[in-house]
Structures are given as structure tokens and as C-alpha cells.
């Protein structure tokens, strides 16, 4: 009954893969997020969606492409990953606009 | 102009103390104001949020107070624990944002037994 879940936890690869994170929402919320957070601990929101619509987009490198296949789920698709994209990724979801964004587990990626 | 400035980088607070974490904003936009409460290996978790319509809202032993005309607004934790031990982050962000959380850099707080 995890409310944001993401898939996976931990993701280990090397330079130049491609690599995608998955999140999903039970929440019924309309509105999705991804954040990166550096090795400083210092959390930045990457992306926005609502009901499947791109809102917010950072200045994020173009290796970077959040896709939404329906409300529930924002997924993102990193490629020709970079040692600098080594960060912990987290997802989270609000119902509306200023309300409270409820935060998934987070996906440490490694690029080696 | 989209900044959050948090001070200070970490904290170490006896139990039963009082743990304050200051935050610092210029966009006068803003007005939404959140504290997030972040466990090491978890996610951010909301801790308590405040409007400028108030200047104070508490919520058990954790308070928001904030100062609109000096744009700063401070998270005071009362009778500290030692489970309350986490990384805080204050947060702002402002109507017709969609919602863009601009996060502190967060504050790292130990509560020793």
C-alpha cells in the first residue's frame, strides 16, 4: 500500500548506458514530480507533470526525458549517462497545485 | 531571485533542547512556505508548511514562525529527541508555480541523548 513507490531502489551502470527510473502513484494525485539529489544532500526539482501534461522543465539536459503513460505513473529515461548524473532520483506527487508533495523511497543512481 | 537560504549547515542539540533552523527568501512571490523532514535512506516527508497570511503556526512541538517583512521564516523543534534526529529542508514556492518546490540546502540535526 506504498503511496509513491519507485522501481529500483538501487542502480548501478556504467558510463554511457541508458537507464530508465520508474515511479508510480496510488494516491490519485493529478500532478507528478521528479527531483535529483547531489551527494550534498541539495534537492532540485528536474520535471512536472499534470494529468500527463509537462509543466515544469527544468534546464536539465536534453539526456534526460520524463515520460507519463497516464496519471499514476511518471517515468524518466536517462541516456548516455554521465559520471555527474551519479545522484539519489526522487518522484513525488501532489493532488493540486500548492498542495503537498508526497515523496517516493528515491533511486540511487552510480555511474561508474 | 529564486533562492532559499538556510542556515545552519548542521546542528547538534541535547535532548529536551530547542533545535531552530533559519531559512531566508528574496522572491517576495512566494507564498507557500514548508518544512520537510528527510530520514537517511527516505524520502522527504512534509513536517509542517505555513501560508503569509500568519506569522506562527505550530504543530506539537514544532513550530513555523515567519517574518514577511524581513522574508525569513524559522522552524523551531521544542523539547528536541533524539528521533527527531534528520536532515531538515525549508521550501518555498508561490501561486501559478505549478506547485515548483525551491528547496534550502538543508539542515543535517543530531538531538544526543
Known amino acids: 500500500d506504498t503511496a509513491v513507490s519507485q522501481t529500483p531502489k538501487y542502480l548501478v551502470t556504467q558510463m554511457g548506458n541508458d537507464k530508465s527510473i520508474k515511479c508510480e502513484q496510488n494516491?490519485?494525485?493529478?500532478?507528478m514530480y521528479w527531483y535529483k539529489q547531489d551527494s550534498k544532500k541539495f534537492l532540485k526539482i528536474m520535471f512536472s507533470?499534470?494529468?500527463?501534461?509537462?509543466?515544469i522543465n527544468e534546464t536539465v539536459p536534453n539526456r534526460f526525458s520524463p515520460k507519463s503513460p497516464d496519471k499514476a505513473h511518471l517515468n524518466l529515461h536517462i541516456n548516455s549517462l554521465e559520471l555527474g548524473d551519479s545522484a539519489v532520483y526522487f518522484c513525488?506527487?501532489?493532488?493540486?497545485?500548492?498542495?503537498?508533495?508526497?515523496f517516493g523511497p528515491g533511486t540511487r543512481l552510480t555511474v561508474l | 531571485q529564486q533562492q532559499v537560504k538556510q542556515s545552519p549547515q548542521s546542528l547538534i542539540v541535547q535532548k529536551g533542547g530547542i533545535s531552530i533552523i533559519n531559512c531566508a527568501y528574496e522572491?517576495?512571490?512566494?507564498?507557500?512556505f514548508p518544512w520537510y523532514q528527510q530520514f537517511p535512506g527516505k524520502g522527504p516527508a512534509l513536517l509542517i508548511a505555513?501560508?503569509?497570511?500568519?506569522s506562527e503556526k505550530k504543530e506539537g512541538r514544532f513550530t513555523i514562525s515567519f517574518n514577511k517583512s524581513a522574508k525569513q521564516f524559522s522552524l523551531h523543534i521544542m523539547d528536541s529527541q533524539p528521533g527527531d534526529s534528520a536532515t531538515y529542508f525549508c521550501?518555498?514556492?508561490?501561486?501559478?508555480?505549478?506547485?515548483?518546490?525551491?528547496f534550502g540546502a538543508g539542515t543535517r540535526l543530531a538531538v544526543h541523548p
Open positions: 513525488a506527487s501532489s493532488q493540486q497545485t500548492q498542495d503537498t508533495q508526497y
Open positions: 494516491l490519485g494525485h493529478d500532478t
Open positions: 507533470y499534470n494529468n500527463k501534461e509537462l509543466i
Open positions: 522572491n517576495t512571490a512566494f507564498d507557500y
Open positions: 505555513i501560508r503569509p497570511d500568519v
Open positions: 521550501a518555498a514556492s508561490y501561486s501559478g508555480g505549478y506547485n515548483k518546490l525551491i
